[in-house]
Every structure is written in C-alpha cells, then in structure tokens.
C-alpha cells in the first residue's frame, strides 16, 4: 500500500515501491480492478480482493465511478496481456461511513460472471492481528517509481508498524487506529503506491488490510495506510452473504 494510495480521501493512485514480482498463480485472490476511465492503456486503476466466487473487497475510495465502468481481472500476471478471467461489476457497496468519519475505506463489488474454482481470501476478523512487527505483504498492479516494471503483479513485505506510529506521523491526517493499519518502514524505500488502492495486505493467510492512502510513496517517515479488515468484517461479511 502506500503513502500515495490514495491522497487521505481521494483518487486512486497506489503501485508497489521496493518489492519483487509475484504470481497470481501463487496469489489467485488478487484481482486487478480495470476502469474504462484510466489514463492507463491497460486501464489499470486499482486493484481488489476474491473473497468469494461472486464478490470482491476493495477500498470505497476506489468505488465511486458508476458499476459499468468496471472489470475484474483475476490470474494476469501482466496487464498488457489477455490471459486471465475478468467479470463486469454488476453492483458496489461502499461503506456510507466513509468520507464522514475517518476510516471506512472499504467497499464490496459483485462480479457479473463469478469467478468459479479460484480460491478466495477470508477476512481477518480479529483486531488484535494488528500487533506492531505482524510480518504482512502487500499485493499490487500499481506504480513502481522506477523499482520495477509498470503494470506487473508486485508484493512486497510491510510489516506493521503499529498504530502510535502513524497516529505521530500522521498527525494531521485522521489516521485512526480503530479501523486503520499502518504498515511499511520508517526509512522508506518499500511500499504500496498509485495503483495499489484497494488491493490485498495479507497475513496470517488472510485479507488483512486494503490498501487506502498514505503521503507519497515509500517516503521516510510516511508509511502506508490500509483499512483494517477485522474493524469491518462483519459489514464486509454481510455485503458477501447478500
């Protein structure tokens, strides 16, 4: 995730900053959410989560263009090819919370074509996950700065950093430790950035966090930012169930 995510609310903008290139073999959960209003030409624009066959977990910052501007991409490793499923949306829910109240930065999509034998990422229901040094990964599509190439499946290691620490670095910015996770390094050099919005921070094998915002991207002293899943499980849980 990563300080540029998503300026504090705002538009997606999140990539992968110091990471390795990964494989949606390996992470089949991970989808690529494509909007028909990207400047990218591979549409790129955020990315989301399986959390079961017909249903995705993204940020809410991610989820404000109308339903039919919107395709999944599940298994393609690099935009720019055709491999992989993908699904128009058929209908967003996004946490009404958000954009009121600091935090809330989730959202539910219905995918319009399920995405049948993938396996799907369950929800960290437990708040307690969030413990300073949690060794979690962030998975992404987004931007590099130059650290990697552009529009290819990236992950990087974010280990939590502990919500103190964003509430002092982050001051001015509402980050709040009752629904936010702030993960990264305090020296820089690894994160989530524009791109990245919305997609999986996992742990423990499960979506721990979606990547939400943060200040630049992979900045000293400015980690990311990403929704606490388990703050929301149940609200998520029920928008799966629907």
């Known amino acids: 995730m990563s300080a540029s995510a998503a300026p504090a609310p705002g538009g997606p903008l999140n990539r992968i900053v110091g990471g390795e290139i990964a494989h949606t073999a390996d992470a089949p959960w991970a989808i690529a959410l494509n909007n028909s209003g990207s400047p990218v030409p591979s549409g790129q624009y955020c990315g989301a989560t399986l ?81 300073a040094g949690a060794a979690s990964v962030v998975y992404g599509w987004g931007s590099t700065k130059n650290t ?11 280990p939590v950093l502990g919500d103190a620490y964003c509430e002092k670095a982050y001051a001015s910015q509402n ?41 630049g991207c992979a900045e000293a002293g400015n980690p990311g930012v990403y929704a606490e899943v388990a703050t929301y499980a149940s609200d998520l849980q029920a928008q799966i169930d629907s």
């Open 51 to 131: 959390v079961a066959a017909n249903k995705i977990v993204t940020a809410a910052h991610c989820a404000t263009e109308a339903a039919s501007t919107y395709t999944a991409v599940q298994g393609r490793d690099k935009l720019s090819d055709t491999g992989g499923k993908t699904s128009a949306i058929t209908s967003i829910w996004a946490d009404p919370k958000y954009g009121s109240e600091p935090g809330h930065d989730v959202a539910v999509m219905t995918l319009a074509t399920p995405f049948e034998g993938v396996p799907a990422l369950a929800l960290e229901t437990s708040t307690a996950a969030d413990a």
């Open 148 to 158: 990697g190439p552009a529009d290819t499946f990236q992950k990087v290691a974010v």
């Open 175 to 215: 980050y709040t430790g009752a629904g936010e996770i702030c993960a990264g390094y305090e020296e820089g050099g690894k994160d989530s950035c524009q791109g990245d919005s919305g997609g999986p921070l996992v742990l423990n094998g499960r979506l721990f966090g979606v990547v939400s915002w943060g200040i």
